[in-house]
């Protein structure tokens, strides 16, 4: 069967890529500039190549020589940080010009399709001519489907994550799409137990790499949405617990399942409910400011790296950072594969490739 092959712009940890090979494409090619946030990105995808490129220096054929074959789509998150409702919104930040120079690659390669993830700010009146400008650079040769905002929850992750998308394809070398097709792709949201209910039985058997290794016992019963996390040998990293204070832990246990923590503003999550939104925090390069996290629904502490990952929809065989801010970064900053698949399987259910044969047919 027919894999079509990818590149992946501003890729990050990896999460919009995993969708991607899960959906059936091949993902030949990843950039992005930040080494920490990618920094593990080599060995979750040993088949992609990596680049640590800056990509408003690249041109398309640049991109097409890294890749190394012909480029059937395109797609990436450009940083959201300064279209975000969460931030500034500062229009002189520097980084909401790769939004440009995202569509500008698309539009020297011209792939069959492409798909870009942003926030839901870039849909606000002060950002939105910064997204028709960008999408100018295309408009003459794809059909656009979007901005439409679609929500990671609805599609069948146990969090909430609202997020912006706009889909381009070649009408010669696609079936006709809508929005009405990726609407269609909804399922029913998990809930927190569906995807960390397990882990307070698993058990830290040692170290590797600087990585905390875990294992969950074989009377662990899996459900429909961990079945696709687990590993076989029920291993992972990432789930050692943070240490709080005393006052901090007591805090923590007066404050309701649903509630929010009425000091550091952290929410605790509830069995039967989502996650809120996990979020990034800031590099060095901005201050480091820390993300508020949500405490577990039982236990007075806040949630694990892998309980955040579980949460996204990562499989436990993911690895990450030794440490944990970076990690949650990583989480924080990532598509979820979840509605990353989803997207994706329906673009390959619509993708044709050369004399009008289907791909999704052969």
């Given at each position: 069967m027919i894999r079509p092959k990818l590149v992946d712009l501003f890729c990050g940890t990896g999460g919009f890529s995993l969708g991607a090979h899960r959906a059936g494409f091949e993902v030949t090619t990843a950039i992005d500039i930040d080494q920490t946030l990618t920094s593990s990105f080599s060995r979750n995808f040993g088949q992609t190549t990596l680049l640590n490129r800056d990509v408003s220096t690249?041109?398309?054929?640049?991109?097409?020589?890294?890749?190394?074959?012909?480029?059937?789509?395109?797609?990436?998150?450009?940083?959201c940080q300064g279209f975000s409702a969460m931030g500034h919104r500062n229009s002189e930040d520097p980084r909401r010009e790769l939004l440009g120079h995202f569509f500008r690659l698309v539009a020297e390669v011209r792939p069959s399709f492409f798909v870009m993830e942003n926030v839901v700010g870039l849909s606000y009146p002060d950002a939105k001519p910064v997204l028709e400008e960008a999408l100018s650079l295309v408009t003459s040769n794809y059909e656009i489907v979007g901005p439409v905002v679609l929500d990671a929850a609805e599609y069948g992750a146990a969090t909430k994550r609202r997020r912006l998308f706009v889909i381009g394809y070649d009408r010669a070398r696609c079936d006709d799409l809508t929005t009405a097709d990726f609407l269609g792709?909804?399922?029913?949201?998990?809930?927190?137990?569906?995807?960390?209910?397990?882990?307070?039985?698993a058990r830290e058997i040692g170290h590797t790499d600087g990585f905390d290794i875990w294992q969950l016992p074989p009377e662990v019963v899996p459900n429909r949405y961990r079945d696709a996390l687990l590993t076989a040998d029920r291993r992972f990293t990432g789930h050692?617990?943070?240490?709080?204070?005393?006052?901090?832990?007591?805090?923590?246990?007066?404050?309701?399942?649903?509630?929010?923590?009425?000091v550091g503003r952290h929410p605790r999550l509830a069995w039967d409910g989502q996650c809120p939104t996990l979020r990034a925090g800031t590099g060095s390069d901005r201050g480091s400011f820390q993300s508020v996290r949500p405490i577990h629904p039982d236990l007075p502490r806040v949630i694990t790296v892998r309980e955040a990952a579980r949460l996204q929809g990562f499989p436990d065989s993911f690895v990450f950072h030794p440490t944990v801010w970076h990690s949650f970064r990583m989480i924080g900053n990532s598509v979820s594969p979840i509605i990353s698949e989803a997207i994706f399987s329906t673009l390959r259910s619509k993708l044709y490739r050369g004399h009008g044969s289907s791909i999704a047919a052969e």
């Open positions: 690249l041109t398309g054929q640049q991109l097409i020589q890294y890749a190394g074959h012909e480029i059937d789509g395109i797609f990436g998150g450009p940083p792709a909804r399922r029913p949201a998990a809930t927190v137990a569906d995807a960390i209910e397990d882990l307070r039985h050692r617990p943070t240490l709080h204070t005393d006052e901090v832990t007591a805090r923590f246990k007066n404050v309701p399942m649903g509630g929010i923590d009425k």
